[in-house]
């Protein structure tokens, strides 16, 4: 009778989708319906709620573009005495998101030269939005040979500027300018090195052009 009762306790969804939520299973769902406030998506028959702000990593300026998406949730509230079955999409979109975020940081190369748009200016540096999504810090001593005061001095939001990476640290990336204008300045110099050849030797050459 007992193993009876607990086979009825499992076909009971609601502690299905209880042990959904102890065990953060990952569940596909697809946004069946949009009412005030978010969406509705149906787990083991049950109707669940997704509110609007779990639905997305940003705000969503028209639900109704949800609506028959395949998505994925995890259960984060149940309360079947109140018939109530709360589900989120957003934590699995920041998992992911970050996974993403370390990914591309592994394949950071220090050396590399990149373009990037100056996204914020700090009185310590600039912080430089690189093209995979990435963003470094150009460290105000990074900025120019020159002396620089302030980056607001040299820098404007919305600049775009090349970059010399040549830092990775905790996943922060430090970037430079100053080490590609150094660069630059020393290409202008070309020093004429005389082939070995016509380089005197011996006595006899350097003394055969003076007239005694």
């Known amino acids: 009778m007992a193993d009876y009762e607990e086979h009825l306790d499992d076909a009971n969804p609601w502690n299905v989708v209880q042990r959904y939520m102890e065990n953060r299973t990952v569940l596909p769902v697809k946004v069946e319906g949009i009412v005030n406030g978010g969406a509705i998506a149906m787990v083991e028959g049950l109707r669940g709620f997704i509110p609007a702000s779990r639905l997305s990593l940003s705000y969503i300026e028209d639900l109704e573009t949800y609506l028959l998406k ?65 963003s470094g810090l150009v460290h105000v001593s990074q900025i120019s040979r020159k002396r620089v005061k302030s980056p607001k001095d040299v820098l404007s939001v919305g600049d775009e500027v090349k970059v010399k990476i040549i830092g990775l640290k905790d996943g922060k990336i430090s970037l430079s300018m100053k080490a590609l204008e150094e660069k630059e300045e020393e290409a202008d110099i070309k020093v004429d090195i005389p082939k070995s050849e016509s380089i005197g030797t011996n006595l006899g050459d350097l003394f055969k052009n003076i007239k005694l």
Do not use: H, P
């Open 70 to 134: 395949d998505i994925e949730v995890r259960v984060i509230e149940v309360n079947q005495a109140e018939n109530r079955l709360i589900l989120s999409a957003r934590e699995i979109l920041r998992e992911k998101e970050k996974k993403a975020m370390e990914e591309r940081i592994a394949n950071v190369k220090i050396g590399s030269v990149v373009t990037g748009k100056v996204e914020s200016l700090q009185n310590y540096g600039a912080f430089v939005r690189l093209e995979d999504g990435l």
